[in-house]
């Protein structure tokens, strides 16, 4: 009876996952969409972080949905510094090979720096905005839930980090900054005037 009870919420999880990927990638893909109605620049300054809001409460409504609910998400306190630091060399090193891998490739320096922006108020805005709600929001969905998910059906954290890391390549992926260059701005790129 408690295999079958394993077996069953196994399936709930699976269900669940692929609701929340489903919706969350609808939202950002369809994201640019709705910001192109909205004409108002402050209004769209306003707007825009709301996705990223609905983003990160979809997986605590199907958690209370499925009574599923989320372990913490947030840093153990006391690893902090090991994760900060761990954190902080995994993003030097990855930011050096990547951005010398897309020079030597051929990519345009726009294309990795992104406009220079002068205004201080655009400046600050998105600053918060990748810190805030980008950040946080990507955060919770990658790292805390769909880790948290495929962890407990699979049983193994290789294969959940695996996992979590593929889908969030493919979040980036056909939205990325490759297809700016021909289309509207994305949910997640720097606001510019």
């Known amino acids: 009876m408690n295999e079958e009870f394993l077996k069953t919420k196994n399936k709930i999880s699976v269900v669940e996952v692929t609701v929340v990927s489903v919706l969350s990638f609808g939202i950002v893909f369809y994201a640019p969409f709705f910001m192109g109605f909205i004409r108002n620049f402050y209004v769209r300054l306003a707007v825009r972080p709301l996705f990223y809001v609905v983003l990160a409460v979809i997986p605590f409504i199907a958690g209370k949905i499925t009574d599923n609910q989320l372990g913490p998400l947030i840093f153990k306190k006391e690893d902090i510094l090991k994760q900060l630091a761990a954190g902080l060399y995994v993003f030097s090193i990855s930011a050096m090979v990547l951005t010398a891998v897309s020079l030597m490739v051929g990519d ?3 294309f990795l720096i992104g406009p220079k922006q002068t205004n201080i108020v655009l400046i600050i805005y998105n600053i918060f905005f990748y810190i805030l709600f980008v950040g946080m929001g990507e955060e919770i969905l990658f790292r805390g839930y ?48």
């Open 108 to 110: 345009y320096k726009y």
């Open 146 to 193: 769909f880790m948290q998910r495929i962890e407990a059906v699979s049983g193994s954290k290789k294969i959940s980090v695996l996992l979590s890391s593929v889908i969030f390549g493919l979040w980036h992926f056909p939205g990325g900054r490759t297809s700016s260059r021909y289309s509207s701005p994305h949910l997640w790129e720097p606001f510019t005037e």
